[in-house]
Protein backbone atom coordinates (compact mmCIF):
# COMPACT_ATOMS: atom_id res chain seq x y z
CA UNK A 1 0.00 0.00 0.00
CA UNK A 2 1.48 3.62 -0.85
CA UNK A 3 2.27 5.93 1.48
CA UNK A 4 -0.75 8.90 2.30
CA UNK A 5 1.71 11.90 1.15
CA UNK A 6 2.47 9.74 -2.14
CA UNK A 7 -0.91 9.16 -3.47
CA UNK A 8 -1.17 12.74 -2.35
CA UNK A 9 1.18 13.55 -4.56
CA UNK A 10 0.69 11.92 -7.20
CA UNK A 11 -3.19 12.77 -7.49
CA UNK A 12 -2.04 17.12 -7.10
CA UNK A 13 0.61 16.45 -9.79
CA UNK A 14 -2.23 15.31 -12.48
CA UNK A 15 -4.46 17.85 -11.14
CA UNK A 16 -2.26 20.41 -11.86
CA UNK A 17 -1.56 19.70 -14.90
CA UNK A 18 -5.34 19.12 -15.54
CA UNK A 19 -6.09 22.71 -14.32
CA UNK A 20 -3.00 24.12 -15.92
CA UNK A 21 -4.47 22.75 -19.46
CA UNK A 22 -7.88 24.05 -17.99
CA UNK A 23 -6.78 27.84 -17.65
CA UNK A 24 -4.71 28.13 -20.08
CA UNK A 25 -6.69 27.18 -22.53
CA UNK A 26 -9.45 29.89 -21.42
CA UNK A 27 -7.01 32.56 -20.85
CA UNK A 28 -5.56 32.39 -24.70
CA UNK A 29 -8.81 32.09 -25.82
CA UNK A 30 -9.70 35.52 -24.23
CA UNK A 31 -6.42 36.99 -24.98
CA UNK A 32 -5.25 35.15 -28.64
CA UNK A 33 -7.50 32.88 -29.89
CA UNK A 34 -10.29 35.14 -30.93
CA UNK A 35 -7.50 37.22 -33.68
CA UNK A 36 -5.49 33.57 -34.60
CA UNK A 37 -8.54 31.27 -34.87
CA UNK A 38 -11.21 33.44 -35.44
CA UNK A 39 -9.78 37.02 -36.96
CA UNK A 40 -13.00 37.39 -39.41
CA UNK A 41 -15.23 38.59 -36.57
CA UNK A 42 -15.54 41.61 -34.44
CA UNK A 43 -13.65 41.47 -31.17
CA UNK A 44 -16.67 40.60 -29.16
CA UNK A 45 -17.95 38.13 -31.75
CA UNK A 46 -14.66 36.63 -31.82
CA UNK A 47 -14.48 36.15 -28.30
CA UNK A 48 -17.75 34.29 -28.38
CA UNK A 49 -16.27 31.63 -31.04
CA UNK A 50 -13.76 31.34 -29.11
CA UNK A 51 -15.43 30.57 -25.71
CA UNK A 52 -17.77 28.41 -28.23
CA UNK A 53 -14.25 26.08 -28.53
CA UNK A 54 -13.71 26.46 -24.59
CA UNK A 55 -16.78 24.60 -23.95
CA UNK A 56 -16.74 22.08 -26.89
CA UNK A 57 -14.19 20.48 -24.29
CA UNK A 58 -16.83 20.81 -21.51
CA UNK A 59 -19.49 19.17 -24.03
CA UNK A 60 -17.20 16.09 -24.51
CA UNK A 61 -16.02 15.46 -20.56
CA UNK A 62 -19.06 13.39 -20.17
CA UNK A 63 -17.71 11.00 -22.96
CA UNK A 64 -14.22 11.03 -21.74
CA UNK A 65 -15.98 10.78 -17.49
CA UNK A 66 -18.07 7.80 -19.06
CA UNK A 67 -15.47 5.85 -20.93
CA UNK A 68 -13.00 6.18 -18.28
CA UNK A 69 -14.99 6.03 -15.11
CA UNK A 70 -16.21 2.71 -16.84
CA UNK A 71 -12.74 1.28 -16.95
CA UNK A 72 -11.73 2.96 -13.49
CA UNK A 73 -14.00 1.20 -11.85
CA UNK A 74 -13.61 -2.02 -13.46
CA UNK A 75 -9.98 -1.70 -13.51
CA UNK A 76 -8.54 0.16 -11.42
CA UNK A 77 -7.84 3.98 -10.46
CA UNK A 78 -4.53 3.76 -11.37
CA UNK A 79 -3.97 2.55 -14.69
CA UNK A 80 -6.62 4.96 -15.97
CA UNK A 81 -5.05 8.37 -14.43
CA UNK A 82 -1.73 7.22 -16.36
CA UNK A 83 -4.06 7.22 -19.47
CA UNK A 84 -5.62 10.42 -18.91
CA UNK A 85 -2.42 12.42 -18.25
CA UNK A 86 -1.47 11.31 -21.76
CA UNK A 87 -4.24 12.37 -23.25
CA UNK A 88 -4.26 15.81 -21.40
CA UNK A 89 -0.59 16.67 -22.27
CA UNK A 90 -0.67 15.36 -25.50
CA UNK A 91 -3.93 17.70 -26.55
CA UNK A 92 -1.99 20.34 -25.02
CA UNK A 93 1.13 19.89 -26.15
CA UNK A 94 -0.25 19.75 -29.84
CA UNK A 95 -2.07 23.01 -29.27
CA UNK A 96 1.40 24.77 -29.27
CA UNK A 97 2.32 23.73 -32.38
CA UNK A 98 -1.27 24.23 -34.49
CA UNK A 99 -0.73 27.04 -37.03
CA UNK A 100 -3.50 29.21 -37.54
CA UNK A 101 -6.60 30.60 -39.22
CA UNK A 102 -3.64 32.91 -41.53
CA UNK A 103 -1.59 29.80 -42.40
CA UNK A 104 -4.21 26.95 -43.14
CA UNK A 105 -7.78 29.08 -43.09
CA UNK A 106 -10.90 27.14 -41.90
CA UNK A 107 -8.58 24.49 -41.15
CA UNK A 108 -7.00 25.74 -38.23
CA UNK A 109 -10.11 26.54 -35.93
CA UNK A 110 -11.57 22.80 -36.92
CA UNK A 111 -8.29 21.34 -35.69
CA UNK A 112 -8.14 23.91 -32.53
CA UNK A 113 -11.96 22.43 -31.96
CA UNK A 114 -11.18 18.65 -32.21
CA UNK A 115 -7.81 18.88 -30.06
CA UNK A 116 -10.41 20.71 -27.17
CA UNK A 117 -12.37 17.49 -27.16
CA UNK A 118 -9.75 15.51 -27.11
CA UNK A 119 -8.38 17.46 -23.84
CA UNK A 120 -11.60 17.72 -22.97
CA UNK A 121 -12.28 13.43 -22.95
CA UNK A 122 -9.15 13.30 -20.79
CA UNK A 123 -10.11 16.04 -18.56
CA UNK A 124 -13.30 13.72 -17.89
CA UNK A 125 -11.35 11.12 -16.64
CA UNK A 126 -9.03 12.46 -14.43
CA UNK A 127 -10.87 14.74 -11.94
CA UNK A 128 -12.34 11.81 -10.42
CA UNK A 129 -9.99 8.99 -10.45
CA UNK A 130 -7.61 11.77 -8.63
CA UNK A 131 -10.18 12.38 -6.27
CA UNK A 132 -11.18 8.78 -5.39
CA UNK A 133 -7.06 7.93 -5.35
CA UNK A 134 -6.80 10.36 -2.36
CA UNK A 135 -10.54 9.61 -0.93
CA UNK A 136 -9.93 6.03 -0.99
CA UNK A 137 -6.41 5.75 0.71
CA UNK A 138 -7.20 8.69 3.11
CA UNK A 139 -7.64 7.88 7.38
CA UNK A 140 -11.31 7.64 8.77
CA UNK A 141 -11.92 11.07 10.15
CA UNK A 142 -9.34 12.66 7.29
CA UNK A 143 -11.09 11.76 3.64
CA UNK A 144 -12.19 15.65 3.21
CA UNK A 145 -8.82 17.04 3.97
CA UNK A 146 -7.00 14.11 2.04
CA UNK A 147 -9.61 14.76 -0.81
CA UNK A 148 -9.26 18.64 -0.77
CA UNK A 149 -5.45 18.27 -1.63
CA UNK A 150 -6.10 17.63 -5.53
CA UNK A 151 -8.87 20.02 -5.43
CA UNK A 152 -5.18 22.18 -4.82
CA UNK A 153 -4.49 21.63 -8.42
CA UNK A 154 -6.55 24.58 -9.04
CA UNK A 155 -5.28 27.44 -7.66
CA UNK A 156 -1.83 25.75 -8.68
CA UNK A 157 -2.37 25.42 -12.52
CA UNK A 158 -3.88 28.84 -12.43
CA UNK A 159 -1.03 30.45 -10.51
CA UNK A 160 1.37 28.18 -13.16
CA UNK A 161 -1.04 29.26 -16.11
CA UNK A 162 -1.37 32.88 -15.37
CA UNK A 163 2.90 32.83 -14.45
CA UNK A 164 3.31 31.49 -18.51
CA UNK A 165 0.89 33.66 -19.57
CA UNK A 166 2.51 36.55 -17.78
CA UNK A 167 6.08 35.80 -19.15
CA UNK A 168 4.88 35.16 -22.92
CA UNK A 169 3.41 38.63 -22.99
CA UNK A 170 6.85 40.54 -21.91
CA UNK A 171 7.34 40.65 -25.38
CA UNK A 172 3.94 42.95 -25.81
CA UNK A 173 0.80 41.85 -27.42
CA UNK A 174 1.75 41.81 -31.00
CA UNK A 175 4.69 38.71 -30.05
CA UNK A 176 2.42 37.03 -27.49
CA UNK A 177 0.12 36.86 -30.80
CA UNK A 178 2.43 36.04 -33.27
CA UNK A 179 4.65 32.94 -31.53
CA UNK A 180 4.85 33.50 -27.58
CA UNK A 181 1.41 31.78 -26.40
CA UNK A 182 2.76 28.65 -28.11
CA UNK A 183 5.33 28.39 -25.17
CA UNK A 184 3.13 27.96 -22.16
CA UNK A 185 1.36 24.76 -24.28
CA UNK A 186 4.61 23.27 -25.09
CA UNK A 187 5.66 23.56 -20.99
CA UNK A 188 3.12 21.26 -20.75
CA UNK A 189 4.74 18.31 -21.43
CA UNK A 190 7.19 18.89 -18.32
CA UNK A 191 4.31 19.51 -16.31
CA UNK A 192 3.32 15.56 -17.74
CA UNK A 193 6.97 13.67 -17.90
CA UNK A 194 6.82 14.75 -14.12
CA UNK A 195 3.37 13.69 -13.22
CA UNK A 196 3.71 10.21 -14.15
CA UNK A 197 6.83 9.77 -12.94
CA UNK A 198 5.20 10.22 -9.59
CA UNK A 199 1.80 9.09 -10.40
CA UNK A 200 3.03 5.31 -11.61
CA UNK A 201 4.42 4.58 -8.01
CA UNK A 202 1.56 4.36 -6.49
CA UNK A 203 -0.43 1.55 -5.67
CA UNK A 204 -4.41 0.45 -6.13
CA UNK A 205 -6.23 1.85 -2.80
CA UNK A 206 -7.25 -0.40 -0.24
CA UNK A 207 -11.23 -0.42 -1.42
CA UNK A 208 -11.08 -1.45 -5.18
CA UNK A 209 -8.27 -4.37 -3.97
CA UNK A 210 -11.18 -5.42 -1.66
CA UNK A 211 -13.65 -5.17 -4.63
CA UNK A 212 -10.96 -7.38 -7.04
CA UNK A 213 -10.88 -10.38 -4.06
CA UNK A 214 -14.58 -10.32 -3.14
CA UNK A 215 -15.40 -9.86 -7.20
CA UNK A 216 -17.88 -7.45 -6.38
CA UNK A 217 -17.23 -5.09 -9.15
CA UNK A 218 -19.97 -3.63 -11.30
CA UNK A 219 -20.50 -5.30 -14.80
CA UNK A 220 -21.89 -1.72 -16.12
CA UNK A 221 -21.54 0.86 -14.29
CA UNK A 222 -22.93 3.28 -15.62
CA UNK A 223 -26.49 1.88 -15.69
CA UNK A 224 -26.17 0.59 -12.17
CA UNK A 225 -25.24 4.13 -11.22
CA UNK A 226 -28.20 5.66 -12.88
CA UNK A 227 -30.75 2.50 -12.17
CA UNK A 228 -30.22 2.91 -8.23
CA UNK A 229 -28.47 6.35 -7.96
CA UNK A 230 -30.78 8.65 -9.66
CA UNK A 231 -31.69 11.40 -6.66
CA UNK A 232 -28.25 11.47 -5.65
CA UNK A 233 -26.58 12.68 -9.03
CA UNK A 234 -29.75 15.04 -9.48
CA UNK A 235 -29.16 16.56 -6.13
CA UNK A 236 -24.80 16.15 -6.83
CA UNK A 237 -25.67 18.29 -10.01
CA UNK A 238 -27.63 20.35 -8.76
CA UNK A 239 -24.52 21.50 -6.06
CA UNK A 240 -22.49 21.34 -8.71
CA UNK A 241 -23.85 24.34 -10.40
CA UNK A 242 -22.69 27.30 -8.18
CA UNK A 243 -19.10 26.18 -8.10
CA UNK A 244 -18.92 25.58 -11.70
CA UNK A 245 -20.45 28.89 -12.56
CA UNK A 246 -18.56 30.94 -10.03
CA UNK A 247 -15.35 29.32 -11.39
CA UNK A 248 -15.88 29.94 -14.77
CA UNK A 249 -17.29 33.10 -14.75
CA UNK A 250 -14.58 34.87 -12.36
CA UNK A 251 -11.39 33.11 -14.50
CA UNK A 252 -12.46 33.02 -17.68
CA UNK A 253 -15.23 35.74 -18.59
CA UNK A 254 -14.13 38.31 -16.66
CA UNK A 255 -10.89 38.53 -18.47
CA UNK A 256 -13.02 38.99 -21.72
CA UNK A 257 -14.99 41.68 -20.00
CA UNK A 258 -12.18 44.19 -18.36
CA UNK A 259 -10.40 43.77 -21.55
CA UNK A 260 -13.34 44.00 -24.18
CA UNK A 261 -15.43 46.03 -22.63
CA UNK A 262 -13.89 47.92 -20.01
CA UNK A 263 -11.07 48.43 -22.00
CA UNK A 264 -8.32 47.78 -19.23
CA UNK A 265 -4.76 45.99 -19.29
CA UNK A 266 -5.16 42.20 -19.37
CA UNK A 267 -2.33 42.49 -16.52
CA UNK A 268 -4.80 43.51 -14.07
CA UNK A 269 -7.05 40.17 -14.35
CA UNK A 270 -3.98 38.25 -14.64
CA UNK A 271 -2.24 39.71 -11.38
CA UNK A 272 -5.60 39.64 -9.54
CA UNK A 273 -5.92 35.85 -10.22
CA UNK A 274 -2.48 35.04 -9.35
CA UNK A 275 -3.67 36.72 -5.65
CA UNK A 276 -6.74 35.12 -6.00
CA UNK A 277 -4.91 31.66 -6.34
CA UNK A 278 -2.56 31.84 -3.78
CA UNK A 279 -5.72 31.98 -1.47
CA UNK A 280 -7.46 29.66 -2.89
CA UNK A 281 -4.69 27.46 -2.61
CA UNK A 282 -4.83 28.01 1.44
CA UNK A 283 -8.41 28.10 1.66
CA UNK A 284 -9.39 25.16 -0.07
CA UNK A 285 -7.46 22.73 2.55
CA UNK A 286 -8.85 24.81 5.38
CA UNK A 287 -12.44 23.76 3.93
CA UNK A 288 -11.54 20.02 3.21
CA UNK A 289 -10.20 19.39 7.34
CA UNK A 290 -13.20 21.84 8.28
CA UNK A 291 -15.72 19.50 6.68
CA UNK A 292 -14.32 16.43 8.43
CA UNK A 293 -15.44 18.23 11.93
CA UNK A 294 -18.48 20.29 10.49
CA UNK A 295 -19.62 18.06 7.89
CA UNK A 296 -19.53 18.52 3.95
CA UNK A 297 -22.76 20.39 3.75
CA UNK A 298 -22.38 23.20 5.65
CA UNK A 299 -18.79 24.26 4.02
CA UNK A 300 -20.38 23.54 0.88
CA UNK A 301 -22.93 25.47 1.03
CA UNK A 302 -21.14 28.24 2.62
CA UNK A 303 -19.08 28.70 -0.52
CA UNK A 304 -22.48 29.19 -2.45
CA UNK A 305 -24.08 31.65 -0.15
CA UNK A 306 -20.93 33.64 -0.22
CA UNK A 307 -20.60 33.82 -3.79
CA UNK A 308 -24.42 34.19 -4.12
CA UNK A 309 -24.27 37.51 -1.79
CA UNK A 310 -21.08 38.92 -2.74
CA UNK A 311 -22.06 38.26 -6.68
CA UNK A 312 -22.94 42.09 -7.11
CA UNK A 313 -20.61 43.78 -4.53
CA UNK A 314 -17.79 41.64 -6.91
CA UNK A 315 -18.65 43.21 -10.18
CA UNK A 316 -19.64 46.51 -8.45
CA UNK A 317 -15.93 46.51 -7.42
CA UNK A 318 -14.98 45.50 -11.22
CA UNK A 319 -17.28 48.10 -12.54
CA UNK A 320 -15.12 50.48 -10.90
CA UNK A 321 -11.57 49.58 -12.83
CA UNK A 322 -9.37 50.62 -10.39
CA UNK A 323 -6.86 47.56 -9.76
CA UNK A 324 -6.53 47.29 -6.24
CA UNK A 325 -10.38 46.72 -5.99
CA UNK A 326 -10.75 44.37 -8.92
CA UNK A 327 -8.09 42.52 -7.04
CA UNK A 328 -10.39 42.25 -4.19
CA UNK A 329 -13.45 41.21 -6.29
CA UNK A 330 -11.35 38.24 -7.52
CA UNK A 331 -10.17 36.87 -4.04
CA UNK A 332 -13.46 37.40 -2.77
CA UNK A 333 -15.06 35.67 -5.63
CA UNK A 334 -12.72 32.95 -6.99
CA UNK A 335 -10.75 32.94 -3.78
CA UNK A 336 -13.04 32.60 -0.91
CA UNK A 337 -16.72 31.63 -2.75
CA UNK A 338 -15.35 28.73 -5.25
CA UNK A 339 -12.84 27.62 -3.23
CA UNK A 340 -14.74 26.69 -0.07
CA UNK A 341 -17.21 24.75 -2.28
CA UNK A 342 -13.41 23.11 -3.68
CA UNK A 343 -12.42 22.48 -0.29
CA UNK A 344 -15.31 19.40 0.87
CA UNK A 345 -16.25 18.68 -3.05
CA UNK A 346 -14.41 15.38 -3.61
CA UNK A 347 -15.63 13.56 -0.59
CA UNK A 348 -18.97 15.20 -0.86
CA UNK A 349 -19.33 13.62 -4.16
CA UNK A 350 -17.39 10.32 -3.54
CA UNK A 351 -19.84 9.95 -0.75
CA UNK A 352 -22.77 9.61 -3.06
CA UNK A 353 -21.99 6.71 -4.38
CA UNK A 354 -20.41 3.20 -2.85
CA UNK A 355 -16.73 1.82 -3.91
CA UNK A 356 -18.11 -0.15 -6.82
CA UNK A 357 -19.03 2.36 -8.89
CA UNK A 358 -17.76 5.56 -7.24
CA UNK A 359 -15.27 6.81 -10.54
CA UNK A 360 -18.36 6.46 -12.46
CA UNK A 361 -20.90 8.32 -10.10
CA UNK A 362 -18.40 10.49 -9.08
CA UNK A 363 -17.74 11.10 -12.58
CA UNK A 364 -21.23 11.75 -13.86
CA UNK A 365 -22.10 14.39 -11.30
CA UNK A 366 -18.88 16.38 -12.07
CA UNK A 367 -18.70 16.04 -16.08
CA UNK A 368 -22.65 16.23 -16.63
CA UNK A 369 -23.36 18.68 -14.10
CA UNK A 370 -20.76 21.30 -15.92
CA UNK A 371 -22.12 21.06 -19.02
CA UNK A 372 -25.91 23.33 -18.13
CA UNK A 373 -23.18 25.47 -15.69
CA UNK A 374 -19.58 26.14 -16.37
CA UNK A 375 -19.23 24.86 -20.32
CA UNK A 376 -21.97 27.97 -20.91
CA UNK A 377 -20.90 30.07 -18.29
CA UNK A 378 -18.23 32.29 -20.09
CA UNK A 379 -20.28 32.52 -23.71
CA UNK A 380 -23.80 33.26 -21.64
CA UNK A 381 -21.98 35.97 -19.59
CA UNK A 382 -20.93 37.77 -22.74
CA UNK A 383 -24.35 37.40 -24.09
CA UNK A 384 -25.76 38.53 -21.19
CA UNK A 385 -23.60 41.93 -20.77
CA UNK A 386 -24.14 42.11 -24.68
CA UNK A 387 -27.72 42.04 -24.39
CA UNK A 388 -28.70 44.06 -21.56
CA UNK A 389 -25.48 46.09 -21.06
CA UNK A 390 -23.47 46.11 -17.84
CA UNK A 391 -22.35 43.67 -15.38
CA UNK A 392 -25.56 43.32 -13.55
CA UNK A 393 -27.39 40.35 -15.34
CA UNK A 394 -23.80 38.30 -15.15
CA UNK A 395 -24.30 38.73 -10.78
CA UNK A 396 -28.16 37.52 -11.19
CA UNK A 397 -26.86 34.20 -12.97
CA UNK A 398 -24.69 33.60 -10.30
CA UNK A 399 -27.32 34.00 -7.71
CA UNK A 400 -29.71 31.77 -9.32
CA UNK A 401 -27.17 29.72 -9.71
CA UNK A 402 -26.25 30.09 -5.96
CA UNK A 403 -29.65 29.64 -4.71
CA UNK A 404 -30.07 25.77 -7.03
CA UNK A 405 -27.23 24.80 -4.80
CA UNK A 406 -28.40 25.40 -1.48
CA UNK A 407 -31.66 23.95 -2.40
CA UNK A 408 -29.87 21.03 -3.85
CA UNK A 409 -27.79 20.41 -0.82
CA UNK A 410 -30.48 20.51 1.36
CA UNK A 411 -31.78 17.40 0.35
CA UNK A 412 -28.69 15.71 0.52
CA UNK A 413 -27.35 13.15 3.66
CA UNK A 414 -24.20 14.20 5.39
CA UNK A 415 -21.94 11.22 5.69
CA UNK A 416 -18.89 12.74 6.76
CA UNK A 417 -19.10 10.59 9.62
CA UNK A 418 -19.68 7.26 8.21
CA UNK A 419 -18.18 4.35 7.35
CA UNK A 420 -17.96 4.83 3.40
CA UNK A 421 -16.70 1.38 2.60
CA UNK A 422 -19.22 -0.40 5.01
CA UNK A 423 -20.32 -2.90 1.87
CA UNK A 424 -17.12 -4.26 1.87
CA UNK A 425 -15.99 -4.01 5.66
CA UNK A 426 -19.16 -5.27 7.13
CA UNK A 427 -19.13 -2.11 9.60
CA UNK A 428 -22.94 -0.62 9.94
CA UNK A 429 -23.56 1.93 6.65
CA UNK A 430 -25.79 4.64 8.35
CA UNK A 431 -27.17 5.17 5.37
CA UNK A 432 -29.72 3.93 3.01
CA UNK A 433 -28.76 3.95 -0.23
CA UNK A 434 -25.68 0.81 0.12
CA UNK A 435 -27.86 -1.16 0.63
CA UNK A 436 -30.04 -0.33 -2.59
CA UNK A 437 -27.15 -1.60 -4.85
CA UNK A 438 -27.15 -5.04 -6.49
CA UNK A 439 -24.14 -7.35 -6.29
CA UNK A 440 -23.03 -8.89 -9.93
Partial sequence: MSRPRDVVLASVLGSVVEWYDFFLYGTMAALVF???????????????????????????????????????DRLGRKKILVITMLIMGGS???MGILPTYAAIGVTAPILLLLLRMFQGIGLGGEWGGAAILTFEHAPQGKRGLFSSW?????????????LAVNLASIGGSDVLAAWAWRVPFLFSAILVFVGLFVRLRVTEPPAFTALVKKNERSKVPALEVLR????????????????????????????????VVLGLDDSVVLNGLLIAA??????????????????????????????????????????????QLIWVALVAGWGIG??????PQAAFFAELFPARIRYTGMSIVYQFGVLPSGAIAPALSIWLVSQFGGSWPVAVYIIIVGVIALVSLKFTRERAADDIDAELTGAPAHNDIIADSPRS
Fill in 150 to 162: PQTGVPIGLLLST
Fill in 278 to 323: VVGFIVIPLAGGLSDRIGRRSVYAFGAAFAAVTAFPVFWLVDSGVT
Fill in 92 to 94: TFA
Fill in 34 to 72: NTQFFPEFDPLIGSMMAFATFAAGFITRPLGGLIFGHFG
Fill in 338 to 343: ACSMFG
Fill in 228 to 259: YYPKQVILGIGARFAESVTFNVYNAFLLTYTT
